[in-house]
């Protein structure tokens, strides 16, 4: 999990980079062989049903806890790519809380959830009555968790891509959301120039979610932002989540 590992990272994210920063040369069968079943009953037999710690107590989701297997697994048997979807980050609690407090943001838009994830900001939007809702993450398995996800919440799933959208033309989308997502400079620059581009040329509403990161901190962006909320985590969160004690929400303003 190189280039998540910041003076800001979380606990989860020290276990991962231990556990299994040597998957991609140890793997031993590549994600893509698995079929969706297999994948379902993975993630039902290797996570745990949590959320009430959260912001979002009254979202459901399958995650990782330190009762579940690959917690403390040798990393040479876990068969997919890093489990950025176990994770409910503390950016997407935050963006996802906001959502939840004002319903009007998400409701009858297009919705797109960048880098889903466990699929929190999604189901928050349809949770608002969001007309369509779009969640994208390049791994395959984070949209096998969304699904899931969204059952638990009793929800139909949203519409899952797994192609890398940052770049394209995302016509038709009234509002992106995307939480934790400026974690690595090169990932920062490219999303700041995408999104610059979405709210310019297509009107688009952007939200990010991020609890003060160093990368985001120190990032041109930042005077692009307005802040709209601030939340301060629960204790159970901020133990999981070394130096970080509170999560923001801002918009993204085009001034110019």
Request: charged content about 20%; aromatic content about 10%.
């Amino acid at each position: 999990m190189s280039g998540v590992l910041t003076r800001t990272c979380t606990r989860y994210v020290k276990i991962f980079s231990t556990l299994f920063t040597q998957t991609n040369r140890h793997r031993y069968m590549s994600k893509t062989a698995h079929s969706g079943e297999y994948i379902r009953r993975f993630i039902s037999e290797n996570t745990e049903i949590v959320g009430e710690k959260s912001l979002t107590p009254e979202v459901k989701l399958r995650l990782f806890t330190p009762g579940c297997r690959f917690w403390r697994e040798r990393p040479e048997l876990w068969p997919f790519d890093d489990p950025y979807w176990a994770i409910y980050w503390p950016g997407g609690q935050a963006l996802s809380r906001y959502v939840l407090d004002n319903p009007e943001v998400c409701r009858g838009k297009k919705v797109l959830d960048l880098g889903s994830g466990c699929g929190a900001s999604a189901i928050s939007a349809k949770l608002c009555g969001a007309a369509h809702v779009v969640a994208n993450d390049i791994d395959i398995v984070a949209a096998v968790a969304t699904h899931i996800n969204c059952e638990l919440n009793s929800l139909e799933p949203p519409v899952c891509v797994t192609d890398n959208m940052i770049g394209s033309e995302p016509q038709g989308f009234n509002l992106i959301l995307l939480g934790d997502m400026f974690y690595d400079e090169a990932l920062a620059d490219s999303l700041y120039i995408w999104l610059d581009h979405c709210i310019k040329i297509h009107g688009t509403k952007v939200l990010i979610g991020d609890p003060g990161r160093a990368q985001f901190e120190s990032h041109d962006i930042r005077r692009r932002l307005q802040q709209l909320a601030h939340f301060e985590l629960p204790e159970t969160v901020r133990e999981e989540n070394y130096g970080l004690t509170s999560s923001s929400v801002w918009c993204y303003q085009d001034w110019t």
